[in-house]
């Protein structure tokens, strides 16, 4: 039975894990989903659960970028065992200037008064508003995730 896993040849590859605060919290504050994914980092694979009954299964030739939101709002923090293991960069949000300056600009530049009608050239300006639709759009009374709002 094999033990080593990984891209053909001499090739490699990356594996992208989304939102990776999002598994819940068990009831000893672990969450179990990251403990495999923090095992493989750490030992390079994971134990599997067919017989003979703990063979090391590897991962070769693999590498890692997750990716994750601040914890809260249905987020949860994610174990310091497993941080260790990435390098982390916070990333801010924009600012509304900002935003309209790099979309204004790319929305003027491609839907140009001569190519198209009056009201399309106008799309531009809903990026100067997109702070009033966060602030009209009302807030959930009910989620179908626990802690989401």
Known sequence: MCRTYGPPGSKTMCVFIDDISMPAVNEWGDQVTN????????????????????????????????????????KNDVPNRLKRQFAIFNVPLPSVAAINGIFGKLVEGRFSPDLFSEAVVQVGTLFSSYREWSVISPPCSRSAFPGQC
């Open 35 to 74: 403990e495999i994914v923090r095992q493989l980092l750490e030992q390079g694979g994971m134990y599997g659960l067919e017989k003979p009954i703990g063979d090391m299964k590897f991962i070769v030739d693999t590498s890692y970028v997750a990716a994750m939101n601040a914890p809260g709002g249905g």
